[in-house]
T-cell receptor
């Protein structure tokens, strides 16, 4: 089945620790995205990638890093510089970037601080 | 002012009734519009795109009013399974990049009761 797989489903971070969230898609989509969702708020864009080996900062990139070495994979690292990491993290992909392209989401990773 | 605003609800709807709610957007240059559905603690899933002339998908009808800058979603013959949060999504063109960023509303909660 084609889709987007995020792992792990739940993740706990200790103070000063970096953690990496995995996102893999087998939809052959060029564009991939990372969002953060906090209670009562809309999704906020962290990073996006239009093509392999390219990525751009979104609205709230501070304290996060990404890589796009393969078309299928777009991992997100939450660094120790991110002081409020507790949130629901969603990875998405679309055929390409562009306003008329709907995005399809993975089932998310919930990150909490220990 | 937020770029995309929604009444958070909840809209409590008896089973079989009709419910409708709006979403306003601030950028008059917005190009594409979508409704997503998000169940509690799950990822958003695309419900339907919104076309200029309005469109239906079964019991769901979406409308766009460009003059007043809002989109609407109407659900007829509500089912218990329609209980969810409905996210309004609007695209805008970034000034430095023409890739068409999605802006998410915080969602409208609908609760269908027996």
């Amino acid at each position: 089945d084609g889709g987007i797989t995020q792992s792990p489903k739940y993740l706990f971070r200790k103070e000063g620790q970096n953690v990496t969230l995995s996102c893999e898609q087998n939809l052959n989509h060029d564009a991939m995205y990372w969002y953060r969702q906090d209670p009562g708020q809309g999704l906020r864009l962290i990073y996006y990638s239009q093509i392999v080996n390219d990525f751009q900062k979104g609205d709230i990139a501070e304290g996060y890093s990404v890589s796009r070495e393969k078309k299928e994979s777009f991992p997100l690292t939450v660094t120790s510089a991110q002081k409020n990491p507790t949130a629901f993290y969603l990875c998405a992909s679309s055929i390409r970037t562009g306003g008329n392209q709907p995005q399809h989401f993975g089932d998310g990773t919930r990150l909490s601080i220990l | 002012r937020k770029e995309v605003e929604q009444d958070p609800g909840p809209f409590n709807v008896p089973e079989g009734a009709t419910v409708a709610f709006n979403c306003t957007y601030s950028n008059s240059a917005s190009q594409s519009f979508f409704w997503y559905r998000q169940d509690c603690r799950k990822e958003p899933k695309l419900l339907m795109s919104v076309y200029s002339s309005g469109n239906e998908d079964g019991r769901f009808t979406a409308q766009l009013n460009r003059a007043s800058q809002y989109i609407s979603l109407l659900i007829r013959d509500s089912k218990l399974s329609d209980s969810a949060t409905y996210l309004c999504v609007v695209t805008s063109t970034m000034t430095t990049d023409s890739w068409g960023k999605l802006q998410f509303g915080a969602g409208t909660q609908v609760v269908v009761t027996p």
